[in-house]
Nanobody, 123 residues
Framework: QVQLVESGGGLVQAGGSLRLSCAASGRTFGVYAMGWFRQAPGKEREYVAA????????DYADSVKGRFTISRDNAKNSVYLQMNSLEFEDTAVYYC????????????????WGQGTQVTVSS
């Protein structure tokens, strides 16, 4: 099993920035990629970004390209999401996820999930 713990959420004004962190532990050997998803009230969980563990290839949803940056620190078994120019529509619970298979925008392709951290952007 892979355990994921997110941190860094909070309340921020529109236009501001936040940095989310996700620490992985347990059987992390073989993890191919880690990613971030988010879920706003009344909406389905949606893909935000992902990064491969070995080559640091990144991928982003169109809605966050140019504003969010995903990065990783293998030594700390951690992945980060730097969120700039935040918009009210970015308000959601943000979840960290890990997969041993491949990067996919569908939640069912990701086997491991954190508990989530709330990000609230005030307009």
């Amino acid at each position: 099993q892979v355990q994921l713990v997110e941190s860094g959420g909070g309340l921020v004004q529109a236009g501001g920035s936040l940095r989310l962190s996700c620490a992985a532990s347990g059987r992390t050997f073989g993890v191919y990629a880690m990613g971030w998803f988010r879920q706003a009230p009344g909406k389905e969980r949606e893909y935000v970004a992902a990064i491969t563990w070995s080559s640091s290839n990144t991928d982003y949803a169109d809605s966050v390209k140019g504003r969010f940056t995903i990065s990783r620190d293998n030594a700390k078994n951690s992945v980060y999401l730097q969120m700039n120019s935040l918009e009210f529509e970015d308000t959601a619970v943000y979840y960290c996820a890990a997969t041993k298979r491949y990067i996919d925008v569908n939640t069912y392709s990701w086997a491991y999930w954190g508990q989530g951290t709330q990000v609230t952007v005030s307009s």
